[in-house]
């Protein structure tokens, strides 16, 4: 009955990149942040256990992004960046950040590395490049329930600006937005 009738909600952050940076969030272990291109993933050793890494290729060929945080040439974590719109499945809908924002998705700490501040850490690497190249706003959504990733954003720097409810009711989809926003405070889904 649940692929029927289901509730799901997201709850979608920013941050005012024009604005001062949040306090460091320093990890607890020693970590190297590097931005991997098409040829720097190809070559990159232990990867084989990557969810989805059957979708980086086209991501890649996207002009996507892909940070990684690393210790002794071993991917801890990784976050994916876009200007481009993509596709958001938990909600069957497309983000389309604006030319001035950029969009962060697909996170992953390995689950032997969590609880060691590498997320949020990775997350303000990440908002210092997209401060430096004159982007005005970062975007992260996160599924109500997913607390820790909640506290990694949260720590980072993100402040929760409204909720997307998506409902399924026999294959019919509706959306409620809390709070309801003007455009411009708002963000950019269309239909998948």
Same mark, same amino acid.
């Given at each position: 009955?649940?692929?029927?009738?289901?509730?799901?909600?997201?709850?979608?952050?920013?941050?005012?990149?024009?604005?001062?940076?949040?306090?460091?969030?320093?990890?607890?272990?020693?970590?190297?942040?590097?931005?991997?291109?098409?040829?720097?993933?190809?070559?990159?050793?232990?990867?084989?256990?990557?969810?989805?890494?059957?979708?980086?290729?086209?991501?890649?060929?996207?002009?996507?992004?892909?940070?990684?945080?690393?210790?002794?040439?071993?991917?801890?974590?990784?976050?994916?960046?876009?200007?481009?719109?993509?596709?958001?499945?938990?909600?069957?809908?497309?983000?389309?950040?604006?030319?001035?924002?950029?969009?962060?998705?697909?996170?992953?700490?390995?689950?032997?590395?969590?609880?060691?501040?590498?997320?949020?850490?990775?997350?303000?690497?990440?908002?210092?490049?997209?401060?430096?190249?004159?982007?005005?706003?970062?975007?992260?959504?996160?599924?109500?329930?997913?607390?820790?990733?909640?506290? *990694?954003?949260?720590?980072?720097?993100?402040?929760?600006?409204?909720?997307?409810?998506?409902?399924?009711?026999?294959?019919?989809?509706?959306?409620?937005?809390?709070?309801?926003?003007?455009?411009?405070? *708002?963000?950019?889904?269309?239909?998948?």
């Amino acid at each position: 009955m649940g692929w029927l009738v289901s509730t799901k909600t997201l709850c979608l952050f920013e941050v005012d990149l024009t604005a001062a940076p949040a306090p460091i969030c320093l990890p607890k272990v020693s970590v190297a942040y590097q931005h991997l291109d098409a040829h720097a993933w190809a070559v990159q050793r232990q990867t084989a256990s990557f969810p989805d890494r059957h979708l980086y290729p086209a991501r890649f060929a996207r002009g996507e992004h892909f940070w990684t945080v690393q210790q002794a040439d071993t991917i801890l974590g990784y976050c994916w960046a876009t200007q481009e719109p993509v596709k958001i499945g938990e909600i069957r809908c497309v983000m389309s950040p604006r030319r001035d924002e950029v969009y962060f998705y697909d996170a992953l700490t390995f689950a032997e590395h969590r609880g060691q501040n590498l997320y949020p850490a990775l997350l303000q690497a990440m908002l210092e490049a997209s401060r430096a190249a004159g982007l005005r706003r970062a975007l992260i959504f996160v599924m109500h329930d997913n607390t820790a990733s909640i506290r *990694g954003v949260q720590k980072a720097g993100f402040r929760e600006f409204q909720r997307v409810i998506c409902r399924n009711l026999f294959g019919f989809v509706r959306y409620a937005f809390q709070p309801s926003l003007n455009a411009p405070a *708002g963000v950019t889904l269309l239909p998948a």
